[in-house]
């Protein structure tokens, strides 16, 4: 038998080893191989979602998606990965243990970095993982008690990326509802956003027009080129010495791979990030693949993948197809993935949806909202309780000419 660990249950490990048991099927080799995922808990976090209002459908327990496939999984904390005895070592609530591995899939993903500012971990929220989220929600639940205080329904959204847009513009009713419930009026709700760059720096001049209309239209306010010097539970300092009276404060900004990259003896990138070869083998190993945010690849000549689902879903797919070719000595496929869309939420103003790496306007506003959903409740889980259907989109070739047509077939389900 031979054994394949994945390390992280995220989209690019579920997919990973999806994948893997494809393949294994299509070589006629299911009864020789054993998968196991390993991961920090028991469900397929769709991080994506995890800014939205309801979180009560934001994960998915492996029950339903990997045990239907004949996929192993194991809760606990991978610590370490011993490259010459090819085991991982991995710690559980009760007990620590070795797994051995024939072929390893690192896909333990990436997460927000804290930098050592006064206050920022004592005191500011996140959406970076569900219990972050979840601690958010509960926070502003608990708003009520707290309403004669000053900035009660003032947030600081810090980071006006991709990740810090959605918080913000999501905020803005989540408060809103708050407010409401609160017995307070909801014009009272101010949502900041600080940028130590400037709005949205990674998009274009075009759909940083739409953002920045976006935001004007819904009162959201701006601090740009200023840094957060400090935050406390009832604000936060600017670099400029300004102060921003606010009960809550989000952080956004910045990602990093899993420090377990560095396990590995080889250059990373500034996120963190291992170089692998077009096959998605980790540079300078032979039984080691990597997938999603934790590798650093170009998804055609010139683009490197960005730390995305839209990325890590296909790379999790073409390394299980890979690494179960390579065991049985057949042939491999190099990733490959030319297109490339995004859908930035913009709360109740609607969403941006663009196309390509120059990120042209496809649509906004309502239209583009409607895609958004679609992307959020259709396209990211995986069918559930479906060995035949999960095993159908396990397939690297059909997403990716399903990828290729992701736009057009977004602008019918607008219509
Ligand atoms: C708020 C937010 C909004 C986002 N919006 C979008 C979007 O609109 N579109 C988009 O494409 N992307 C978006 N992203 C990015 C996207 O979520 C990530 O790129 C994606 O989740 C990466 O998938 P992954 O499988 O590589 O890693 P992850 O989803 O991070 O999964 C990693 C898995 O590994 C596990 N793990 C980590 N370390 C260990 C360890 N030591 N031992 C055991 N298990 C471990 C974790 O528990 C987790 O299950 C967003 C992210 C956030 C936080």
Not at 8 to 23: E, K, L, M
Not at 30 to 37: A, L, R, S
Request: with cysteine; charged share 25%.
């Amino acid at each position: 038998m031979k054994k394949i660990v994945v390390i992280g249950g995220g989209f690019a490990g579920f997919w990973g080893a999806a994948g893997a048991i494809r393949r294994a099927i299509e070589l006629g080799k299911e009864n020789e191989v054993e998968v196991t995922v390993v991961s920090r808990d028991s469900f397929l976090n769709i991080r994506p979602r995890f800014y939205e209002s309801d979180l009560s459908k934001v994960r998915i327990p492996f029950e339903r998606i990997l045990k239907p496939i004949g996929v192993k999984s194991v809760e606990g904390n991978v610590e370490g990965i011993d490259l010459d005895n090819k085991t991982v070592n991995i710690s559980s609530s009760s007990d620590t243990f070795k797994l051995t591995y024939d072929k390893l899939v690192l896909a333990a993903g990436s997460s927000l970095q804290i930098p050592n500012i006064p206050g920022l971990k004592e005191h500011a929220f996140s959406v970076d993982t569900f219990q972050e989220a979840s601690k958010l929600h509960q926070h502003l639940d608990n708003l009520v008690s707290k309403r004669s205080s000053e900035g009660c329904y003032t947030a600081v959204v810090v980071g006006a990326g991709f990740t810090g847009l959605e918080v913000a513009t999501e905020m803005a009713s989540m408060l809103k509802h708050v407010a409401e419930k609160n017995g307070d009026d909801p014009s009272a709700v101010r949502i900041l956003l600080v940028d130590h760059s400037d709005i949205a720096p990674e998009f274009s001049e075009e759909s940083r027009a739409v953002i920045k209309e976006a935001l004007s239209d819904m009162g959201i306010e701006s601090f740009t080129k200023v840094s957060v010097k400090s935050i406390s539970d009832n604000g936060v300092v600017l670099s400029n010495g300004e102060k921003l009276p606010a009960l809550t404060t989000i952080w956004t900004a910045g990602v990093k791979a899993s420090p377990l990259t560095s396990l590995f003896p080889v250059e990373r990138d500034n996120f963190g990030r291992l170089p692998v070869d077009e096959f998605l083998r980790v540079i300078g190993t032979d039984d080691v693949y990597a997938a999603g945010d934790c590798v650093r690849v170009l998804t055609d000549e010139t683009n490197v993948a960005m730390m995305s689902c839209q990325h890590a879903q296909p790379q999790g797919r073409f390394v299980g197809y890979n690494l179960v070719s390579d065991l049985f000595e057949k042939d491999t496929l190099p990733y490959k993935q030319p297109s490339y869309v995004t859908c930035l939420d913009l709360g109740d103003w609607g969403a941006l949806l663009t196309e390509g790496w120059d990120r042209k306007v496809l649509t906004k506003g309502q239209d583009a909202k409607e895609v958004k959903i679609n992307v959020n409740t259709k396209f990211l889980a995986p069918p559930l309780d479906d060995k035949e259907e999960i095993l159908k989109e396990a397939e690297p070739r059909y997403i990716a000419t399903l990828d290729d047509h992701l736009p057009y077939r977004f602008r019918e389900d607008t219509k």
